[in-house]
């Protein structure tokens, strides 16, 4: 199954919206309009999360943050209404409880898996898995990719796909 044309438009046009309170001041930030954080790695601290994106004079984000996540984002979004725009839930997807873990977390909220980091195969059996459960719960996945490690304790993570021009 993959996500139909409408509920990825459904997702962009809930951005666009709550973004578009930047637009009508461009005099928010320094880029004179919305820039959104659409990867932006969760903060220990409310403070530190705010911090980054007025930093980077940023109208916005969307969290990729852990499966258990839902009620701190629930209450920052509260708080700061077109700061933080949704989730993407993530867990060790190793582990026999991942899919639960991730299905009750798009239930509580998330709008998406990912960011997906571990030491397997792109197309080996704990991405499918995932693969399938995006697809089971229409929501989109965000997969790292990484061929070569950075340093020489990281190693790699979802490797093994070759992409070809179709």
Known sequence: MVMSRRVLLKN??????????????????????????????????????????????????????????????GTWKKQYPGRFLGWFASTDITKPEAEDLLTKAVKAGAIGLG?????????GPELRRMYALAAELNVPILVHFQEVPHTSTEGTFATG??????
């Open 115 to 123: 960011e997906l980091k571990s030491h397997v195969a792109a197309a």
């Open 161 to 166: 796909w070759t992409l070809k021009r179709c």
């Open 12 to 73: 962009v046009a809930a951005i666009a919206t709550v973004s578009s309170v930047y637009s009508q001041d461009p005099s928010r930030n320094e880029w004179g309009g919305p820039v959104v954080d659409c990867h932006h790695h969760l903060r220990r601290t409310l403070e530190a999360n705010l911090m980054h994106l007025d930093g980077a004079g940023l109208s916005g984000a969307v969290v990729l943050a852990r499966e258990n996540s839902a009620d701190q984002i």
